[in-house]
């Protein structure tokens, strides 16, 4: 079994290959196809949730993937362990959403967390935000937009409302618990 979690403090093994990071990846289903998918790629994923992690480990183990690494834990932990410029994609699928308005400064797209992705991407890297809550797409682009490192690539109402075709559903996307069918937003790293 290859060496599969990081502690913190660890300093992150990466080589020459692409690297895609999922962040808060739930029970690991994306992580784990996209790992299947892509085996030139080095998939980082990162969830506090202890079910969650055994859940990726499980789909790893089963599908004996060589080319996943995880961190159980909080993933602003894991990106300030990163050096800058060394990650090709990220992935934030269905983050909680956090509707009441009390509740917003919970929210992950802050933007000190949007400056440490851009910390972290290499120029030409993508950002996928996926949540099926109106007001958080709307929160986001808000704060993307006024990022002057990212660039949001849609040119057209098709491209956020359709999955992108290499999009993976999750266990979280089938629950359907939001007010809008997902919204995918896809932003370029300037
Ligand atoms: C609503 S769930 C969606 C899970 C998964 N992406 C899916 O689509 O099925 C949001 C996930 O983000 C995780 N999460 C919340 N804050 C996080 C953080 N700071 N770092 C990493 N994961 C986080 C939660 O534990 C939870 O599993």
Redesign the pocket.
């Known amino acids: 079994m290859p060496e599969l979690t990081w502690r913190l403090g660890d300093r992150p093994a990466l080589d020459d290959r692409p690297v895609w990071l999922?962040?808060?990846?739930?029970?690991g289903?994306?992580l784990a196809e996209q790992a299947a998918r892509h085996p030139d790629v080095l998939l980082i994923g990162?969830?506090?949730?202890q079910n969650?992690v055994a859940s990726a480990l499980r789909h790893i183990d089963e599908r004996a993937l060589t080319n996943v690494r995880l961190h159980a834990?909080?993933?602003?932990e894991?990106m300030e362990a990163l050096p800058e410029d060394v990650v090709n994609r990220v992935?934030?699928?269905?983050?909680?959403?956090w509707p009441k308005a009390r509740h917003h400064k919970r929210r992950?797209m802050t933007q000190p967390f949007i400056a440490e992705l851009a910390r972290v991407l290499r120029p030409g890297g993508v950002l996928r935000f996926?949540t099926d809550w109106r007001a958080y797409a709307a929160w986001t682009l808000e704060r993307m937009q006024g990022s002057p490192q990212f660039h949001w690539t849609a040119e057209s109402a098709a491209d956020w409302r359709e999955a992108p075709s290499d999009h993976v559903s999750?266990?979280?996307?089938a629950k359907r618990?939001g007010d809008s069918a997902p919204l995918f937003l896809e932003f370029v790293r300037v």
């Open positions: 999922e962040i808060g990846f739930g029970g289903e994306h990162a969830e506090p949730f969650g834990g909080d993933a602003r894991l992935f934030i699928l269905f983050p909680d959403p992950l996926v999750t266990r979280y996307e618990l």
